[in-house]
Protein backbone atom coordinates (compact mmCIF):
# COMPACT_ATOMS: atom_id res chain seq x y z
CA UNK A 1 0.00 0.00 0.00
CA UNK A 2 1.20 3.85 -0.48
CA UNK A 3 2.03 5.32 3.17
CA UNK A 4 0.92 8.32 4.40
CA UNK A 5 3.80 9.84 3.30
CA UNK A 6 3.52 8.95 -0.29
CA UNK A 7 -0.16 9.76 -0.42
CA UNK A 8 0.99 12.94 0.36
CA UNK A 9 3.90 13.52 -1.97
CA UNK A 10 1.78 12.36 -4.43
CA UNK A 11 -0.93 14.11 -3.64
CA UNK A 12 -1.19 16.61 -6.47
CA UNK A 13 -1.07 13.67 -9.18
CA UNK A 14 -3.71 11.03 -7.68
CA UNK A 15 -6.23 14.13 -8.36
CA UNK A 16 -5.21 13.30 -11.72
CA UNK A 17 -9.08 12.21 -13.20
CA UNK A 18 -8.33 8.51 -13.74
CA UNK A 19 -5.10 8.32 -11.65
CA UNK A 20 -5.40 7.19 -8.18
CA UNK A 21 -4.25 5.09 -5.82
CA UNK A 22 -3.82 1.69 -7.63
CA UNK A 23 -2.20 3.60 -10.92
CA UNK A 24 0.41 4.85 -7.96
CA UNK A 25 1.08 1.30 -6.44
CA UNK A 26 1.93 0.18 -9.99
CA UNK A 27 4.25 3.04 -10.34
CA UNK A 28 5.89 2.07 -7.22
CA UNK A 29 5.89 -1.52 -7.78
CA UNK A 30 7.41 -0.93 -11.28
CA UNK A 31 11.23 -0.63 -13.10
CA UNK A 32 11.79 1.77 -15.65
CA UNK A 33 15.51 1.17 -17.78
CA UNK A 34 16.37 5.10 -19.00
CA UNK A 35 19.21 4.96 -21.23
CA UNK A 36 21.26 7.12 -21.81
CA UNK A 37 21.13 10.19 -18.98
CA UNK A 38 21.89 12.92 -20.87
CA UNK A 39 20.06 15.56 -22.45
CA UNK A 40 16.99 13.58 -23.15
CA UNK A 41 17.18 11.04 -20.74
CA UNK A 42 18.22 13.03 -17.76
CA UNK A 43 14.70 14.86 -17.56
CA UNK A 44 13.11 11.92 -18.17
CA UNK A 45 14.15 10.00 -15.69
CA UNK A 46 13.58 12.76 -13.15
CA UNK A 47 10.15 12.91 -14.49
CA UNK A 48 10.27 9.59 -13.89
CA UNK A 49 11.30 10.32 -10.56
CA UNK A 50 8.97 12.95 -9.79
CA UNK A 51 6.01 10.29 -10.76
CA UNK A 52 7.07 8.01 -8.32
CA UNK A 53 8.71 5.25 -9.87
CA UNK A 54 9.92 2.52 -7.73
CA UNK A 55 13.32 1.64 -9.67
CA UNK A 56 15.34 4.04 -11.96
CA UNK A 57 18.46 2.01 -14.17
CA UNK A 58 20.46 4.33 -15.51
CA UNK A 59 23.44 3.46 -17.95
CA UNK A 60 25.71 5.69 -19.47
CA UNK A 61 29.30 5.44 -19.98
CA UNK A 62 31.91 8.00 -19.65
CA UNK A 63 32.67 11.29 -17.45
CA UNK A 64 31.04 14.84 -17.68
CA UNK A 65 32.18 17.06 -19.78
CA UNK A 66 31.58 20.71 -19.92
CA UNK A 67 30.02 20.84 -23.02
CA UNK A 68 27.59 18.18 -22.23
CA UNK A 69 26.07 21.17 -19.46
CA UNK A 70 24.04 22.53 -22.00
CA UNK A 71 21.58 20.15 -21.61
CA UNK A 72 22.29 17.48 -18.82
CA UNK A 73 19.85 19.02 -16.43
CA UNK A 74 21.02 15.84 -13.52
CA UNK A 75 24.50 17.12 -13.80
CA UNK A 76 26.35 19.36 -11.84
CA UNK A 77 29.94 21.64 -12.68
CA UNK A 78 31.62 20.60 -9.88
CA UNK A 79 30.70 17.01 -11.18
CA UNK A 80 33.16 17.31 -14.84
CA UNK A 81 35.32 14.71 -15.20
CA UNK A 82 33.87 11.97 -13.00
CA UNK A 83 31.20 9.52 -14.22
CA UNK A 84 28.20 10.91 -15.95
CA UNK A 85 25.83 8.57 -13.99
CA UNK A 86 27.16 8.67 -10.35
CA UNK A 87 26.17 12.57 -10.38
CA UNK A 88 22.43 11.45 -11.96
CA UNK A 89 22.45 8.63 -9.24
CA UNK A 90 23.19 11.63 -6.68
CA UNK A 91 20.93 14.25 -7.86
CA UNK A 92 18.05 11.83 -8.35
CA UNK A 93 18.55 10.54 -4.73
CA UNK A 94 18.39 13.93 -3.53
CA UNK A 95 15.23 14.31 -5.08
CA UNK A 96 13.05 11.63 -4.15
CA UNK A 97 14.98 9.45 -1.66
CA UNK A 98 11.96 6.83 -1.89
CA UNK A 99 13.06 5.28 -5.12
CA UNK A 100 15.86 2.67 -5.90
CA UNK A 101 17.98 3.73 -8.42
CA UNK A 102 20.76 1.35 -10.13
CA UNK A 103 23.69 2.72 -12.37
CA UNK A 104 25.72 1.21 -14.95
CA UNK A 105 28.96 3.37 -15.77
CA UNK A 106 27.95 1.64 -19.42
CA UNK A 107 26.56 2.20 -22.67
CA UNK A 108 24.39 -0.94 -24.12
CA UNK A 109 25.97 -3.06 -26.22
CA UNK A 110 25.60 -6.72 -27.40
CA UNK A 111 27.31 -8.40 -24.52
CA UNK A 112 26.07 -6.68 -21.17
CA UNK A 113 22.22 -5.56 -22.75
CA UNK A 114 20.42 -8.43 -20.99
CA UNK A 115 22.43 -7.87 -17.54
CA UNK A 116 21.69 -4.19 -17.70
CA UNK A 117 17.78 -4.28 -19.20
CA UNK A 118 17.22 -7.92 -17.83
CA UNK A 119 14.97 -6.62 -14.91
CA UNK A 120 13.53 -3.77 -16.26
CA UNK A 121 9.76 -3.34 -16.67
CA UNK A 122 9.44 -0.70 -19.32
CA UNK A 123 12.70 0.40 -21.51
CA UNK A 124 13.14 4.36 -22.48
CA UNK A 125 15.55 4.32 -24.88
CA UNK A 126 17.27 7.51 -25.32
CA UNK A 127 20.30 7.04 -27.23
CA UNK A 128 21.31 8.95 -29.47
CA UNK A 129 23.29 6.07 -31.80
CA UNK A 130 21.25 3.51 -33.84
CA UNK A 131 22.88 0.97 -33.21
CA UNK A 132 22.04 0.99 -29.51
CA UNK A 133 18.55 1.59 -30.22
CA UNK A 134 18.69 -1.44 -32.29
CA UNK A 135 19.87 -3.42 -28.94
CA UNK A 136 16.83 -1.57 -26.96
CA UNK A 137 14.70 -2.50 -29.30
CA UNK A 138 15.46 -6.47 -29.77
CA UNK A 139 15.53 -6.69 -26.04
CA UNK A 140 12.24 -4.93 -25.05
CA UNK A 141 10.90 -7.81 -27.54
CA UNK A 142 13.12 -10.71 -26.37
CA UNK A 143 12.09 -10.03 -23.00
CA UNK A 144 8.60 -8.70 -24.13
CA UNK A 145 9.06 -5.35 -22.43
CA UNK A 146 7.23 -2.10 -23.18
CA UNK A 147 9.72 0.32 -24.91
CA UNK A 148 9.17 4.23 -25.34
CA UNK A 149 11.88 4.96 -28.30
CA UNK A 150 12.77 8.71 -27.94
CA UNK A 151 14.74 10.64 -30.50
CA UNK A 152 16.13 14.51 -31.29
CA UNK A 153 18.03 16.57 -33.56
CA UNK A 154 18.52 20.34 -33.42
CA UNK A 155 14.61 21.95 -33.32
CA UNK A 156 13.03 18.38 -33.86
CA UNK A 157 12.10 15.22 -31.78
CA UNK A 158 10.05 12.07 -32.09
CA UNK A 159 8.43 9.70 -29.79
CA UNK A 160 7.13 6.21 -30.35
CA UNK A 161 5.56 4.07 -27.71
CA UNK A 162 6.28 0.06 -28.66
CA UNK A 163 4.53 -3.12 -27.34
CA UNK A 164 6.37 -6.06 -28.80
CA UNK A 165 4.62 -8.27 -31.34
CA UNK A 166 1.74 -5.85 -31.34
CA UNK A 167 3.13 -2.76 -32.66
CA UNK A 168 5.54 -1.94 -35.19
CA UNK A 169 9.03 -2.20 -33.75
CA UNK A 170 11.74 -0.24 -34.44
CA UNK A 171 12.99 -2.06 -37.08
CA UNK A 172 9.96 -1.95 -38.70
CA UNK A 173 10.20 1.84 -39.01
CA UNK A 174 13.96 1.87 -39.86
CA UNK A 175 15.22 -1.97 -41.16
CA UNK A 176 18.25 -0.48 -41.49
CA UNK A 177 20.45 2.57 -39.73
CA UNK A 178 19.84 6.03 -41.40
CA UNK A 179 23.00 6.70 -43.71
CA UNK A 180 22.32 10.62 -42.73
CA UNK A 181 22.92 9.82 -38.97
CA UNK A 182 25.70 11.98 -37.09
CA UNK A 183 27.18 10.99 -33.74
CA UNK A 184 27.31 14.88 -33.07
CA UNK A 185 23.91 16.60 -33.63
CA UNK A 186 22.74 20.29 -33.14
CA UNK A 187 20.72 20.36 -29.81
CA UNK A 188 19.14 23.14 -27.69
CA UNK A 189 18.45 21.53 -24.88
CA UNK A 190 15.09 22.75 -23.99
CA UNK A 191 14.13 20.57 -27.21
CA UNK A 192 15.61 17.29 -26.08
CA UNK A 193 13.59 17.75 -22.58
CA UNK A 194 11.02 18.85 -24.02
CA UNK A 195 10.79 15.26 -26.23
CA UNK A 196 11.51 13.76 -22.48
CA UNK A 197 8.56 15.02 -20.91
CA UNK A 198 6.40 13.50 -23.82
CA UNK A 199 8.54 9.74 -23.79
CA UNK A 200 7.52 10.39 -19.64
CA UNK A 201 3.81 10.46 -20.21
CA UNK A 202 3.69 8.04 -22.71
CA UNK A 203 5.20 5.71 -20.19
CA UNK A 204 3.47 6.45 -17.69
CA UNK A 205 0.28 6.04 -19.94
CA UNK A 206 1.31 2.88 -21.00
CA UNK A 207 2.64 1.15 -17.56
CA UNK A 208 -0.44 2.19 -15.54
CA UNK A 209 -2.79 1.89 -18.77
CA UNK A 210 -4.19 5.46 -17.71
CA UNK A 211 -5.91 7.33 -20.59
CA UNK A 212 -5.22 6.21 -24.40
CA UNK A 213 -1.45 5.94 -25.43
CA UNK A 214 -0.53 6.63 -28.71
CA UNK A 215 0.29 3.20 -29.64
CA UNK A 216 0.95 2.05 -33.06
CA UNK A 217 1.34 6.01 -33.55
CA UNK A 218 4.93 8.27 -34.11
CA UNK A 219 4.47 11.66 -32.31
CA UNK A 220 6.63 14.31 -34.35
CA UNK A 221 7.86 17.24 -32.77
CA UNK A 222 9.54 20.61 -35.11
CA UNK A 223 9.89 23.45 -32.06
CA UNK A 224 10.59 25.83 -34.95
CA UNK A 225 6.86 25.85 -35.86
CA UNK A 226 5.51 24.33 -32.78
CA UNK A 227 3.75 21.86 -34.89
CA UNK A 228 2.78 18.41 -32.83
CA UNK A 229 1.72 15.35 -35.16
CA UNK A 230 1.12 12.12 -35.10
CA UNK A 231 1.15 9.76 -37.63
CA UNK A 232 -0.44 6.88 -37.73
CA UNK A 233 2.36 3.98 -39.04
CA UNK A 234 1.67 0.80 -41.10
CA UNK A 235 0.93 -2.53 -39.23
CA UNK A 236 3.75 -4.86 -38.39
CA UNK A 237 6.46 -5.41 -41.48
CA UNK A 238 6.08 -9.47 -41.93
CA UNK A 239 9.47 -9.07 -42.81
CA UNK A 240 10.99 -7.47 -39.89
CA UNK A 241 13.66 -9.83 -38.21
CA UNK A 242 13.27 -8.09 -34.87
CA UNK A 243 9.95 -8.85 -34.38
CA UNK A 244 9.16 -11.63 -36.79
Given at each position: MLTES?????SWQLDVPGFGESEQLILKNSTALVTRVGGLGGPLALSLAAAGIGKLILAHAGNLREDDLNRQILMSRDHVGKPRVQCAEQTLNRFNSNIDVQIFDENVNAENIDKIAGHADIIFSCAPLFEERFLLNEAAIRGDKKLIDCAMYSMEGQIMPILPRKTPCLKCIYPDKPTQWERKFPV???VSALVAQIGAIEGIKL???FEKSSLGKLIRIDTSTMDIKKIKLLPK???CLACK
Open positions: EKLTYIGALCDRQD
